[in-house]
């Protein structure tokens, strides 16, 4: 069944000027909300520092994505998502496809390569799926 991504088009615009300001490292983000049935909703956002301050990679402190868990689960919701730019095109990197198969939730990826910035979500199943994106 195709997966949808519904995020709003205020909170895409929030991870692209994190992912600008982040510049030139990798920027890092939390996505919270639901999952109905073919629908991962993300009701709030939660940009987090990238502590490996690298280029092609990415890590998030553990407490800090501990103690972001616990709020969520205050707020009723789930770790739906999560974020981060890239320097290459908006796909998983072979570290990124690790990275999946332990955070089995929707990756969205954005990146500059061509000006502006440009957003794709994908989750990994079997096989490597592209997710469709919606703005609300
Ligand atoms: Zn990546």
Do not use: C
């Not at 030139?24 to 520092?49: C, K, M, T």
């Not at 205050?74 to 072979?94: C, M, Q, T, W, Y």
């Amino acid at each position: 069944m195709q997966l949808v991504l519904r995020l709003s088009e205020n909170d895409l615009i929030r991870l692209h000027n994190h992912a600008e300001r982040s510049l030139p490292f990798e920027a890092a983000a939390l996505l919270f909300g639901r999952v109905q049935d073919n629908e991962v909703v993300v009701s709030h956002i939660e940009i987090v520092y990238n502590i490996a301050e690298s280029r092609t990679s990415f890590s998030i402190d553990p407490e800090a994505e501990y103690k972001l868990l616990v709020e969520a689960e205050e707020r009723e919701e789930d770790l739906v998502g999560i974020f981060h730019s890239h320097p290459a095109p908006p796909k998983p990197s072979s570290r990124d496809l690790q990275n999946m198969r332990l955070n089995p939730v929707v990756w969205l990826i954005s990146s500059k390569l061509t000006g502006s910035w440009v957003s794709r979500a994908y989750i990994l199943d079997d096989n490597l799926e592209e997710v469709d994106l919606i703005l609300t």
